[in-house]
């Protein structure tokens, strides 16, 4: 059992629509991936939820802004971003400052994203538990822990 769910936030959690540029909260138009809204109810049940991404537009309220526009932001404990940490995935200085704010041990965490390096070897690195989420099967070859539908993550 997990203590702490850490996901990613663009393409897994929220669209990250190319032509769109600022932050998400003020785009025309902001839609959740496949299935979060369901993945989130579960999992709240079970453990903390918190937002790790590298987004450079949004600071923490800007995100909490983009969140309620899909009514998902109730699930997080917490949001980590670049803006208020000054780190980007995958440096270990990153997933340091998480897990010491949290005041839990790694291998208690697990990470949830669609960047193989971002996302998953830099949580690795640091010895935090990782799921790639690839939805469109863009790392074909990926040995780890892969799932294409967040609601996967229901059995964990």
Known sequence: MYR???????DTLMRDFPN???PMFQWEKVETMPNVLETLEILSLKSNIYLAT?????NKIEIIAALK?????KYFSD???YKDIGYKKPSQEYFARIISILKVKPIEVVMIGDNLNNDIIGSNKF?????LY????KYPDYKGK???DLLELATL
């Open 20 to 22: 769109e540029t600022g």
């Open 4 to 10: 702490a769910f850490l996901f990613d936030w663009g």
């Open 146 to 148: 892969k799932i294409k």
């Open 69 to 73: 526009r899909v009514n998902i932001h």
């Open 134 to 137: 690839d939805l469109g099967n």
């Open 54 to 58: 590298n987004a450079i537009d949004s």
């Open 127 to 131: 010895g935090i538990n990782s799921i």
């Open 79 to 81: 949001i980590f971003c």
